[in-house]
Nanobody
Framework: QVQLVESGGGLVQAGGSLRLSCVAS????????MGWYRQAPGKQRELVAS???????NYADSVKGRFTISRDNAKNTVYLQMNSLKPEDTAVYYC??????????WGQGTQVTVSS
């Protein structure tokens, strides 16, 4: 069974920074994609950023230049460095692990609140 545990959310003022972490445990195959999604109240869950096990990254246009996704394969951990935060970044952030032939796994979510 695969488990994902997120940490690092919190309350920050606009312009501030936060770093989210997500640790995966269990039966994790080498080739996978890890990503961060977010869901604001009344809105659909959306992709923020993703990174393959080879290090290829993808970002939502709204966070390009402000957020950076990275991963440590030895620790099965993915990070999201969030800088220049805006009130519209407020959401619950979810970590996702996608493994071919096994499916998708989600963390429990961590709240990020950006005050104006």
């Amino acid at each position: 069974q695969v488990q994902l545990v997120e940490s690092g959310g919190g309350l920050v003022q606009a312009g501030g920074s936060l770093r989210l972490s997500c640790v995966a445990s269990g039966r994790i195959f080498r080739f996978n994609v890890m990503g961060w999604y977010r869901q604001a109240p009344g809105k659909q869950r959306e992709l923020v950023a993703s990174i393959t096990s080879a290090g290829s990254t993808n970002y939502a246009d709204s966070v390009k230049g402000r957020f950076t996704i990275s991963r440590d394969n030895a620790k099965n951990t993915v990070y999201l460095q969030m800088n220049s935060l805006k009130p519209e970044d407020t959401a619950v952030y979810y970590c996702k692990l996608a493994i071919m032939t096994m499916g998708d796994y989600w963390g429990q979510g961590t709240q990020v609140t950006v005050s104006s």
